[in-house]
């Protein structure tokens, strides 16, 4: 069964600038959850998708923005980007049965803001 | 609301050395308890976790960790650590269908 994919790996943006990341949970899945990962401020929690509907989100700014599609791919939007946003973005694929919360990471997007 | 305490940023330790990961969490009602390992430029990798059941769940590579609810414990340990052990590890609590919480990460480093 294939991972959790991320895309794309690395991207290179100005400030001001806005991008859209991309992840394909494990087929089956229909959680997915997005984290921001810093030196700094180590992982936190952006949001959780589960069929198509956002069910916890975590102390962003309203530039992080997400969605989740009908075949639970989900994209993670930040609109007018600062050099602060510059960080490894972890997607996680979860079933989400009453006791299974396990959790499959992707790769990461290595997002730089210049 | 739910935190976890990671009491060391990074362990420095010989290798066939053996090793501790400490982690302690903080919440009110009944935990799901996970410790994820990332190697350098990877994402995460599911170790070990706790759900219910034997207080001492352990991994396929020989790590193990040991649920302590009056202690609100869950320390990693490794009896003999191995070069390619070195890696950031994440503590991580969940309650319900609550958000996973991580730790800071402890950066273990495997001298020859």
């Known amino acids: 069964k294939a991972g959790v994919t991320q895309t794309p790996r690395y991207l290179i943006k100005t400030r001001g600038q806005q991008v859209t990341l991309s992840c394909s949970p494990i087929?089956?899945?229909?959680?997915v959850s997005w984290y921001q990962q810093t030196p700094g401020q180590g992982l936190q929690f952006l949001f959780e998708y589960f069929s198509e509907t956002q069910r916890n989100k975590g102390n962003f700014p309203g530039r992080f923005s997400g969605r989740q599609f009908s075949n639970s791919r989900s994209e993670m939007n930040v609109s007018t980007l600062e050099l602060g946003d510059s960080a490894l973005y972890l997607c996680?694929?979860?079933?989400?049965?009453?006791?299974?919360?396990?959790?499959?990471f992707g790769p990461g997007t290595r997002l730089t803001v210049t | 609301a739910q935190s976890v305490t990671q009491l060391d940023s990074q362990v420095p330790v010989f290798e066939e050395a053996p090793v501790e990961l400490r982690c302690n969490y903080s919440s009110s009602v009944s935990v799901y308890l996970f410790w994820y390992v990332q190697y350098p430029n990877q994402g995460l990798q599911l170790l070990l976790k706790?759900?219910?059941?034997?207080?001492l769940v352990e991994s396929i590579n020989g790590f193990e960790a040991e649920f302590n609810k009056s202690q609100t414990s869950f320390h990693l340990r490794k009896p003999s650590v191995h070069i390619s052990d070195t890696a950031e590890y994440f503590c991580?609590?969940?309650?319900?269908?609550?958000?996973?919480?991580f730790g800071q990460g402890t950066r273990l480093t495997i001298n020859p």
């Open positions: 996680a694929s979860s079933l989400v049965s009453d006791r299974n919360y396990e959790q499959y």
């Open positions: 706790y759900l219910s059941g034997s207080t």
């Open positions: 087929s089956g899945h229909r959680s």
């Open positions: 991580a609590v969940r309650s319900g269908a609550q958000k996973l919480v």
